[in-house]
């Protein structure tokens, strides 16, 4: 997950808003509030700040002994039971005389010709002091946010190493493929790039699941080394009704097949986290874009005509048929758009090539890919070039450039899909509805808030889950029940 972005386009109005500071974070925690615990403590430091607030001013009236006197046995009585009370439960038995005593002395102290400026300056300090501490508990909890959509799960890491143990103690490799449906124009082609072995094993099951020929299905799965034989492994002890599951080494076709050093490393679809203005409001939202390796797929497949890529956060609800015979009118690629965000919004992030300003951008969950016209326009070596603009040293920058490369290489090469085959932001949209989430062919958890994740948002969850493995030793073993 690429959180880019992350302050929002150029030029944007109230850039300290929440969710141009911390993303997602914002929308989870607010469907995550808990209701206020320890409220008395609360409402005592309350008071206290307030009466500290009058108290310098109130010394210095003449006349006003007697009330400073009351005020500061107060400060004091409330300083010592907030010492040693961290909750309500803590509290002395005697603390609502001393709160109802308390508002009586701030009642007066209000009711007196004080300086209000002094009493201004006070509460000021005061409340510096508190929003200090509240954005230093809002950084640290967005950053433990973060950390946890970007970390694998215990559980899947576990699984992976055990799937990859087993596969070397295995006597015998049992794998049987069709390998001659590998080029076979006749079936169905489906490509996967993916290091996340539970979701792209879902993907594929929903898949077949829901196909009416998952016979003539082939799915061709790119992972890195690191995972591959757990890839491997897993497809060999699971079948998926007929349909062909071929696992690739990226790295290994790297090694075998190109020359050209331009992608060394399995590059899957980035997402990233735009903010745009949408009818005078600012809205944020996540779109996906081919990571560098699928910039590769006409040497991937050299003997295919068409395939179908899916990202490996996609669950299929619906037979793909009709969406493998979708005419693209001569185009490159078929593609979901995205209009609510046009290439002039995002130009800051755009170099200097030419491009229609009035585009919509794509999103790279589900595309239909002619290959044909992929060589014949040259989409690989446009990409190339834009990189070479676009590159710098550093990873972060390297993974940055997948949206102007992906949005500029296809740039009037996209048929658009009806928004009715899938329905986004099932991983960061808390409002989407369940009649729109039932009705869509393919379902993406774009953002954040992934089905696997303890963070995923649970009342989505339901649809990806459908699709699990029951009876899978080593997901017992290890302990993955998302």
């Not at 002890?237 to 071929?246: L, M, Q």
């Not at 331009?262 to 735009?274: D, G, K, T």
């Not at 009037?412 to 928004?419: F, Q, T, V």
């Not at 303890?454 to 889950?465: A, C, N, P, S, V």
């Amino acid at each position: 997950m690429k959180d880019s972005f992350e302050q929002g386009l150029p030029g944007d109005e109230n850039g300290k808003s929440c969710q141009l500071q911390f993303g997602s974070y914002c929308l989870w925690s607010v469907e995550h509030k808990e209701a206020m615990k320890d409220y008395t403590v609360k409402k005592l430091k309350d008071q206290l700040f307030v009466a500290r607030a009058y108290y310098p001013s109130i010394v210095k009236l003449d006349g006003m002994e007697k009330l400073s006197l009351e005020m500061k046995q107060s400060i004091q009585e409330h300083g010592h039971m907030l010492s040693e009370a961290i909750s309500d439960a803590d509290l002395p038995d005697l603390h609502r005389v001393h709160m109802a005593k308390m508002d009586q002395i701030i009642a007066a102290a209000k009711s007196c010709a004080v300086e209000c400026t002094n009493v201004e300056k006070k509460l000021t300090q005061l409340l510096d002091m508190t929003e200090d501490e509240a954005l230093f508990h809002a950084k640290q909890s967005a950053y433990l946010y973060r950390l946890g959509v970007q970390t694998v799960p215990r559980s899947l890491h576990c699984l992976s190493m055990r799937l990859t143990v087993d596969y070397f103690n295995a006597s015998a490799d049992m794998e049987h493929l069709d390998a001659e449906k590998f080029e076979n124009p006749a079936c169905q082609h489906y490509v996967i790039f993916s290091t996340n072995l539970l979701a792209s094993s879902m993907t594929i099951n929903s898949s077949v699941i829901n196909s009416e020929e998952s016979a003539n299905m082939v799915f061709h799965l790119l992972t890195d080394a690191q995972n591959f034989y757990a890839f491997k492994n897993w497809f060999i002890r699971n079948s998926y009704k007929g349909a062909t599951v071929r696992v690739i080494n990226f790295e290994d076709f790297q090694v075998k097949n190109l020359d050209n050093g331009i992608v060394e490393q399995l590059s899957p679809s980035e997402e990233f986290r735009i903010t745009y203005n949408n009818n005078a409001l600012k809205r944020t939202g996540y779109i996906s874009m081919f990571g560098h390796s699928l910039f590769l797929l006409p040497e991937l497949f050299s003997n295919l005509k068409r395939v179908i890529v899916l990202e490996d956060d996609t669950i299929v609800q619906r037979d793909l048929s009709l969406l493998w015979n979708f005419d693209l009118k001569g185009k490159v690629i078929g593609a979901v758009q995205f209009c609510q965000v046009k290439f002039h919004q995002l130009r800051a992030y755009l170099p200097d090539f030419p491009y229609d300003s009035s585009s919509c951008i794509w999103m790279s969950g589900v595309s239909i890919i002619d290959l044909d016209e992929w060589r014949e326009q040259d989409v690989t070596g446009i990409h190339h070039q834009i990189l070479q603009k676009l590159r710098r040293d550093t990873e972060d920058s390297w993974r940055d450039a997948a949206l102007p490369a992906g949005l500029l290489a296809f740039q009037d090469l996209i048929h658009p899909i009806e928004s009715q085959w899938v329905q986004f932001g099932l991983g960061h949209d808390y409002g989407l509805a369940h009649g729109a989430i039932k009705k869509a062919t393919i379902l993406h958890y774009n953002g954040n808030m992934k089905p696997w994740l303890e963070l995923g948002i649970r009342r989505y969850r339901k649809y990806w889950k459908r699709y699990l493995p029951r009876d899978e030793v080593f997901m017992m073993d290890c302990n993955v029940n998302p």
